[in-house]
C-alpha cells in the first residue's frame, strides 16, 4: 500500500525559510519521480518542483532560485527547502509519486504536469505573514 506523509509546513515571517518532508512507503522510493505541489486558498493545485530518480530537478518559475527540492534515497524522503518565503507562498503544499518505473528522460512539461503524479500526500499548511 503506497504511502505519503507531509510534514514541516507552519506559520513563517516574510524572508524566513521552512523545510518540508515527505515520507514515504509502500514502494522502491529510489525508482521513481517525486514532486511538490501547492494550493493557495480560491485557487487550483499548481507545480512548485520535482526530482527524477537520477536527482534531475525542475522548478516553477515562481519558486526558482528560492526553493530546492532534494531527496533522501536511504531513508525514503523528499524535501523541499523553501527560503526568502513571501505571503504569496502560503498554500497547502502537497508531494506526489510518479508511479512510472525510472522515469529519467522525459521533456519537462511531463514532470511538471499534474496528471504524471499517481500518488498524493495529504497535504502541509505553509503560511507566510507579511
Known amino acids: 500500500d503506497v504511502q505519503l506523509q507531509a510534514s514541516g509546513g507552519g506559520l513563517v515571517q516574510a524572508g524566513g525559510s521552512l523545510r518540508l518532508s515527505c515520507t514515504f512507503s509502500?514502494?522502491?522510493?529510489?525508482?521513481?519521480?517525486i514532486g511538490w505541489y501547492r494550493q493557495a486558498p480560491g485557487k487550483g493545485r499548481e507545480f512548485a518542483a520535482a526530482?527524477?530518480?537520477?536527482?534531475?530537478?525542475y522548478y516553477a518559475d515562481s519558486v526558482k532560485g528560492r526553493f530546492t527540492i532534494s531527496r533522501d534515497n536511504a531513508n525514503d524522503t523528499l524535501y523541499l527547502q523553501m527560503s526568502s518565503l513571501q505571503p504569496e507562498d502560503t498554500a497547502i503544499y502537497f508531494c506526489?509519486?510518479?508511479?512510472?518505473?525510472?522515469?529519467?528522460?522525459?521533456?519537462?512539461?511531463?514532470?511538471?504536469?499534474?496528471?504524471?503524479?499517481?500518488?498524493w500526500g495529504q497535504g502541509t499548511q505553509v503560511t507566510v505573514s507579511s
Open positions: 506526489a509519486l510518479d508511479a512510472t518505473f525510472r522515469s529519467n528522460w522525459k521533456t519537462a512539461g511531463y514532470y511538471t504536469s499534474s496528471t504524471t503524479y499517481d500518488y
Open positions: 509502500g514502494f522502491t522510493f529510489d525508482d521513481y519521480s
Open positions: 526530482i527524477t530518480p537520477s536527482a534531475r530537478t
